[in-house]
């Protein structure tokens, strides 16, 4: 039987490459997009900054005063929603041509269900047809399911592939913060650390001790909410987040996103 696979294909500096690729001379300089492109304005803050950039700690959700001091000589830009539309369309145009469940997350993001025996095959191909196509860089993770393929991406960046896999998962991201799980945030991370939990090697043995106490404090909201939050990629019937999951090396099912919208130009819900 072919295995099936989840590919998350995140373009590189999505906003500053759309930039550079109308304005080639910005090629390998900092660039800082937000706001109208003006650091002086107030309440401002950075969309995106170029790889450039972020070497002088420049961050998205930064302000852009802040970003300025940071970074004085970098190029200011204001954010053009109508390019990164159209680029994106692009590129999601491309990624459908290939013949396999796509579900767009946002611009720069979507997540691609294949059963295919080289899953690496064909993210050096999806990388390569993307850049020849539209100009643009993206990196791809590799999994069995969202949670793992998105953290993978993070491995991969820029410009590379990375698989995550049960086989070195634990390998990988025993030693690694608990916050380095997609969902879990500084709120989540500081209850669990009042556990004792600090690593997600921990979070697994705490799984193996009693999977209540810490399903319980992994889904506790996060952000304000009254509800606990839902990973995006669980059964109807389960509550636990996709950090619970991928620490007791359980798999996903997809059933389409679970926040209150459909991602954009996303096909029919799949088994991806």
């Avoid at 899953?119 to 993206?138: D, K, Y």
């Amino acid at each position: 039987m072919t295995p099936r696979w989840v590919l998350h294909v995140d373009l590189d500096q999505f906003q500053a490459a759309v930039e550079v690729r109308r304005r080639p001379e910005l090629a390998g300089l900092p660039i800082i997009v937000g706001g109208n492109g003006d650091p002086n304005e107030p309440r401002n803050v950075v969309t995106c900054a170029s790889y450039p950039a972020r070497k002088f700690g420049v961050h998205a959700g930064m302000p852009l005063r802040t970003a300025a001091r940071k970074c004085p000589d970098a190029t200011f830009l204001p954010l053009d929603t109508a390019a990164y539309d159209e680029a994106s369309e692009g590129v999601m145009s491309v990624l459908r041509d290939f013949g396999h469940p796509v579900e767009v997350w946002g611009w720069d993001e979507a997540y691609v269900g294949a059963e295919v025996d080289s899953p690496i095959a064909l993210a050096e191909q999806i990388r390569e047809v993307i850049a020849g196509a539209t100009e643009l860089s993206c990196s791809v993770g590799i999994s069995d399911n969202k949670q793992r393929a998105k953290v993978a991406t993070g491995f991969g960046k820029p410009a590379g592939i990375y698989q995550l896999t049960d086989e070195n998962w634990m390998a990988v991201m025993g030693d690694r913060e608990v916050d380095a799980l997609w969902g879990v945030g500084p709120k989540t991370a500081k209850k669990l650390a009042g556990m004792g939990i600090t690593t997600v090697a921990d979070l697994a043995t705490g799984l193996g001790a009693g999977l209540r106490s810490i399903e319980y404090v992994v889904a506790a909201p996060d952000h304000g909410s009254e509800r606990p939050r839902r990973a995006p990629s669980l059964t109807a019937s389960s509550i636990a987040t996709c950090a619970v999951i991928s620490v007791s090396g359980r798999g996903m099912t997809t059933r389409g996103s679970t926040s209150r919208s459909r991602p954009r130009n996303s096909q029919p819900p799949s088994t991806y």
